[in-house]
């Protein structure tokens, strides 16, 4: 190959076929990124092809970890004015429309994280083969920032899958690996990374037709079918968001129905999005949300791969599960068999999720220990048994004397205190809190628990751990309920209080579904055990005195979901239920003080390290509403309207 053109973050090579290979490779990123700078050297790297004689052009990454993350997110804080947008997406809007109507045909050889404008670019393309590497991402994920696909996306996306199919994707932001990406022909193919650029060399130069939508799929994106696929996006939009909390889902379907994706053509609406104070959190959450992953990013660190999960219940299985889906060997140990069991059985869902190879090495990696063998080469061992301070630091005694030397053991307690539990222990250095949250699989956070002579290498490790495994990491200093938990237990006596007072309990949930959270306090108080929840009351709520309505709960053994009923039957019950009972004004706002004051309690203990990471905390760990951009900044800005 000859060097044709060499630029900061795009090299250009043309081969004796005549197919140029530009690569992009952003030096002062982990990830590639479309920064101004490389949108700018990009028109360059095209205009330079111009002069040349090529047949085909192919698109490719770099580096090792993904094709491209999307737009460069740190420039969308210049856009607050009513033009400041403008510039922004006409400059891709137009480049990718060049790329669309090249005289020769282009490819996207993608690999990993293809997302938003690095999706937008291959989609300019005429074709996209994905390498089969693990972990691929494609999506548009513009929405979860409160924005759209600005750069061509919400138009080729339809034209190419069909617009019922892609609206799922542009609304939910939802990514698809590489089955699914195949299936819905979002891709032309899918081949083995030793075969990628003979694979693409070819098919660029194939003479195929470009891909796009057919039969049905195709008059969907056409009037009057369009109007029908739009109802139908709002009534599901409707469905998810019923106070209308967020702009950009309601934007994204006009935008389609009205103007094909074109935001030039409708400058009103795209303005309104940039500009709304739910933009501007939302993008603050995604800078909260790196600030967590640069935890889980720690260098020179040897990865976890053996765990040993001690206890099968609910969080010791959902913990095991999880991590042998992220490619860990994971062996579960419990003195009881059937436990062990309904672990599996539990997992089965999960597995099924992914395609049969990467369900089966899941299932591979899932080893039931009832004899504890895996303590003895396991890297990290975490208990998960029942909240005793006794038997826990029985067990650790009995696991430290067989455990490597270098191996981290941890707890995954929610009310115990660390310091307490390392007590006797001959290592107390390599212990420490892990604190993960139910549904293991679905909730991002884990907090990464330590206190006075935990070595850092071992709070740096276990970070990386929850790194490893696709989770969130947030060191918190000991503390009863450390952060989610000492912020949870108020809300909920004081919802509680509110049902001993004579206030319907699904007009409470209600009240906070209305302001945005993703479940009702008393929901949430069910759905966590009502005897753990009285503990954790008993032991966070200072002078309060426990509501009675909890206490009788508990004295009738009605202990939430686990047994059918608490403060709701759960036998016909679905989860989100909402009261058509009016609901008094200031509920929500009684409801959400304590929560807001003990999070400030929290910050001020020096529990986290700031105010921004107990607002990163809050929101991955319990789901406080997003668009008001965590509760301490809600408190400081009072963001969004309580309705």
Not at 554 to 571: A, D, M, R, S
Not at 612 to 619: C, E, K, S, Y
């Amino acid at each position: 190959m000859n060097t044709a053109l060499n630029l900061n973050n795009w090299s250009l090579q043309i081969d004796d076929r005549q197919i140029a290979w530009l690569s992009i490779n952003c030096p002062e990123r982990s990830m590639n990124a479309l920064s101004t700078q490389v949108m700018k050297e990009l028109k360059t790297a095209l205009d330079h092809l111009g002069s040349q004689t090529i047949k085909g052009l192919v698109f490719l990454s770099g580096k090792n970890n993904g094709f491209i993350a999307g737009a460069d997110i740190n420039e969308f804080s210049g856009i607050s004015s009513p033009e400041g947008g403008k510039p922004l997406i006409e400059s891709g809007w137009n480049l990718f429309n060049r790329i669309e109507k090249l005289p020769f045909p282009t490819l996207a050889l993608i690999h990993g994280a293809c997302l938003g404008g690095g999706l937008e670019l291959a989609l300019a393309c005429t074709y996209r083969i994905l390498i089969d590497t693990p972990k691929p991402a494609l999506g548009l994920p513009e929405v979860m920032l409160g924005i759209y696909p600005g750069w061509g996306g919400l138009q080729r996306l339809p034209a190419l899958i069909g617009p019922q199919e892609a609206l799922n994707m542009i609304l939910s932001g939802r990514t698809q690996d590489a089955r699914k990406a195949k299936a819905l022909g979002l891709v032309d193919w899918v081949v083995a990374p030793r075969v990628a650029r003979q694979s693409a060399a070819e098919w660029v130069l194939s003479g195929r037709p470009r891909r796009q939508a057919r039969g049905l799929a195709k008059w969907l994106n056409r009037q009057p079918l369009k109007k029908l696929v739009a109802h139908q996006a709002r009534k599901t939009v409707l469905s998810k968001d019923p106070d209308a909390h967020y702009p950009a889902p309601r934007s994204i379907i006009d935008l389609w129905e009205q103007h094909n994706g074109d935001g030039l053509a409708a400058p009103d609406i795209v303005n309104r999005l940039l500009n709304s104070p739910v933009t501007a959190n939302l993008i603050r959450v995604f800078h909260l949300q790196e600030r967590l992953k640069a935890f889980g990013k720690q260098s020179g660190l040897p990865p976890v791969l053996h765990i040993h999960v001690i206890g099968a219940g609910v969080m010791g299985g959902g913990i095991a599960a999880w991590c042998a889906l992220q490619g860990i060997k994971t062996t579960l140990q419990d003195t009881d068999y059937s436990r062990i069991a309904s672990a599996f059985k539990a997992a089965a869902p999960l597995f099924a999720r992914k395609d049969r190879l990467t369900a089966q090495a899941a299932r591979d990696r899932l080893i039931p220990d009832p004899e504890g063998h895996g303590i003895t080469t396991a890297d990290l061992v975490i208990e998960a048994i029942y909240e005793d301070e006794q038997a826990k630091q029985t067990l650790y005694q009995q696991l430290e004397a067989r455990m490597k030397p270098d191996a981290i053991l941890a707890s995954n307690t929610s009310s115990l205190s660390i310091q307490a539990l390392r007590t006797g222990l001959k290592r107390p250095e390599h212990f420490l809190g892990i604190h993960f949250f139910n549904p293991v699989s679905k909730m991002p956070l884990v907090e990464i628990v330590h206190t006075e002579g935990i070595s850092q290498q071992t709070i740096d490790r276990a970070c990386a751990f929850a790194g490893q495994i696709g989770k969130l990491p947030l060191p918190v200093q000991d503390t009863p309920g450390f952060l989610v938990n000492a912020v949870l237990a108020p809300y909920m006596l004081e919802a509680m209080q509110c049902i001993d007072e004579g206030i319907d309990p699904e007009v409470i949930d209600t009240a906070m579904l209305k302001f945005g959270m993703p479940m009702g306090p008393i929901e949430l108080a069910d759905t966590v055990g009502l005897d753990i929840a009285l503990a954790a009351g008993k032991q966070l709520s200072a002078d309060k005195p426990v509501p009675n309505c909890l206490t009788r709960l508990v004295e009738q053994k009605k202990l939430g979901i686990k047994t059918g009923e608490g403060f709701y039957n759960w036998k016909n019950r679905k989860h989100g239920n909402r009261s058509s009972k009016p609901v008094p004004d200031g509920l929500a706002q009684r409801l959400i003080t304590p929560f807001i004051e003990q999070a400030k309690r929290q910050t001020e203990k020096g529990i986290t390290q700031d105010a921004d990471l107990t607002d990163a905390g809050i929101i991955f760990g319990t789901g406080f509403a997003p668009f008001r951009g965590g509760p301490l900044h809600y408190s400081k800005t009072g963001c969004g309207k309580i309705r």
